[in-house]
């Protein structure tokens, strides 16, 4: 089956770091992959759109210049939270559409966040 | 606005019950409705989808119900078990776009 990748699992950093995740797809091409953020005991809710080799597009309230998201080939998207602060602490998980269009999304095993 | 409203926000079954999940929508043009099921400190996974234009799938001891006039659709876990302890998200989508996640609901089964 579809499986995506996620690194780091988990990660600690200092607040005012940048940090990056990397979102992998690895038995299909993906051109487009998502980015969702969760909250504890929360629904997923959509960051943005990544489409390769293009840019991504960002959903109303999230901050482009914060999180920055590049998706430079078919299985690769990264999401960098720039200057992080304690309130970006959360669950980042991605999800991959594979190549050639299908609807399911495929996600991964998400990323746990904590900025001290 | 909420595009799909999920209930109940929690349920708890006995072992060897059945677990009833439901989803309403309001846009007609969503043509795929998917069910995920999250371990905790993990990302959803696919359980099962369906189609408007089929009015049941079952997958196991798993059944999607759905009813297009009603705008409705549902998760049936027959026979549930401990291991079925989970959270699960209801979604639709059309057109091959976004996902829009129901606000998920905490299963749990117990012995």
Known sequence: ????????????????????????SLDFQATT?????????????LMATSN??????????????K?????????????TVTSAHPEDSSFYICSARDFVG??????????????L | QQQVKQSPQ??????????????????TAFDYFPWYQQFPGKGPALLIAIRPDVSEKKEGRFTISFNKSAKQFSLHIMDSQPGDSAT??????????????????SLTVIP
């Not at chain 1, 390769?52 to 210049?65: F, M, N």
């Not at chain 2, 929690?10 to 846009?27: H, T």
């Open chain 2, 10 to 27: 929690s349920l708890i079954v006995q072992k060897g019950g059945i677990s009833i999940i439901n989803c309403a929508y309001e846009n």
């Open chain 1, 52 to 65: 390769e080799g293009s840019k991504a597009t960002y959903e109303q309230g999230v901050e482009k210049d």
């Open chain 1, 1 to 24: 089956g579809a499986v995506v990748s996620q690194h780091p699992s988990w990660v600690i950093c200092k607040s005012g770091t940048s940090v990056k995740i990397e979102c992998r």
């Open chain 1, 33 to 45: 992959m998502f980015w969702y953020r969760q909250f504890p005991k929360q629904s997923l809710m």
């Open chain 2, 88 to 105: 699960y998200f209801c979604a639709a989508s059309f057109s091959r776009n976004q996902f829009y996640f129901g606000t998920g609901t």
């Open chain 1, 102 to 115: 299908g609807d399911t999304q495929y996600f991964g095993p998400g990323t746990r966040l904590t900025v």
């Open chain 1, 67 to 79: 999180f920055l998201i590049n998706h430079a080939s078919l299985t690769l998207s990264t999401l």
